[in-house]
């Protein structure tokens, strides 16, 4: 029996980077991890090319010139869940909080080890590809007012589609799974950012926010994401 030959998908990543060794590097290293790589040297060209490949990851640098990283990332995510990793000096721990508050997927340090640049991109790429599937059996989930689709990643609110960052939308679909679970802001962290992040849980505190201005009636009397103080979150009402 004939057998036609099995597809292969190449993922794309935007490397943007202002220095032109790092850039070389990095295009190197990930076209050999077999990646279609794009590089760009200035944050003024990033949302461009980011148009124009439709990229699988954006690995972006904090310190780019014309636009840094920062307003890179806010342009990005105003119109698009495109997973970020961001680059960061290593002794920079605020900026590792912007960047996660921003929505950011994850970020690495400068000076970094190949292997877990590499591997940390896998991570994100995967978790991407895993929200996408059936999760705990059940693809759809229906609150009074809200439903959620894990196969195409769609969230309305009222029959109307809301946009979502990966992080708020990690966030929503693992409380709506879970209905009777309190989650801690260090469980959250841990859960939804699955890296080695240490710094202050005011990251979850300030995507909770975020995601309540998007999907409740009335973000200052929530109804979905309920605070239960001296604890942490849990979701409010329980799914059809």
Known sequence: MFKGKEVVIIE???????????????????????????????GTEVINECHNSKPDLLLLDIMMPG?????????????SNLPIIILTAKEDNEDKIAGLILGCDDYITKPFDSTELVLRIKAVLRRVKESSHLENGRNIVELPGLTINSISRITEVGGKEVDLTP?????????????????????????????????????????????????EPDASNP??????????????????
């Open 67 to 79: 636009m840094d990283g920062f307003e890179v990332c806010r342009k990005i995510r105003k119109e």
């Open 167 to 215: 992080k708020e939308y990690a966030l929503l679909w693992l409380l709506s799974n879970r209905p009777d679970q309190v989650f801690t802001r260090e469980q959250l962290l841990n859960q939804i950012w699955d890296s080695d992040y240490y710094g202050s849980d005011s990251v979850v505190t300030s995507l909770v926010k975020r995601l309540r201005e998007k999907i």
């Open 12 to 42: 794309t990543i935007i490397v943007a980077e202002d220095d032109s060794s790092i850039r070389q590097f990095l295009e190197i290293l990930l076209t050999r991890e077999g990646y279609s790589v794009k590089v760009v040297g200035q």
């Open 223 to 240: 109804y979905y994401i309920r605070t239960i103080h001296g604890v942490g979150y849990k979701l409010g009402v329980k799914p059809y």
